[in-house]
Nanobody, 120 residues
Framework: QVQVVESGGGLVQAGRSLRLSCAAS????????MNWYRQAPGKQRELVAT???????NYADSVKGRFTISTDNAKNTVYLQMNNLKPEDTAVYYC??????????????WGQGTQVTVSS
């Protein structure tokens, strides 16, 4: 079985930085892509950033230039460096991993979420 666990959320003031981590563990043949989503109260979950196995990245317009997604392939871990945080970044951040497992070539796994709160 594969598990995906996020960490690194917290409460910060606007303009400060946080780094989120997401580690995948279990029987993993390879990781196809890893994504960060977020969901603010009363809003739909939105895709924030994506990184593929080839290193290609993509960002939501609202975070371009402020957030950076990266991976440590040896650790099956993805990071989200969030700089110049704004109150509107407040949300629960979820990691989503597309993984080649023993059962499927493109299996999706979600983490439990980590709260990020940005005060003004």
């Amino acid at each position: 079985q594969v598990q995906v666990v996020e960490s690194g959320g917290g409460l910060v003031q606007a303009g400060r930085s946080l780094r989120l981590s997401c580690a995948a563990s279990g029987i993993i043949y390879s990781i196809n892509a890893m994504n960060w989503y977020r969901q603010a109260p009363g809003k739909q979950r939105e895709l924030v950033a994506t990184i593929t196995s080839g290193g290609s990245t993509n960002y939501a317009d609202s975070v371009k230039g402020r957030f950076t997604i990266s991976t440590d392939n040896a650790k099956n871990t993805v990071y989200l460096q969030m700089n110049n945080l704004k109150p509107e970044d407040t949300a629960v951040y979820y990691c989503n991993a597309n993984i080649h497992t023993i059962r499927a070539m493109n299996a999706l796994f979600w983490g439990q979420g980590t709260q990020v709160t940005v005060s003004s």
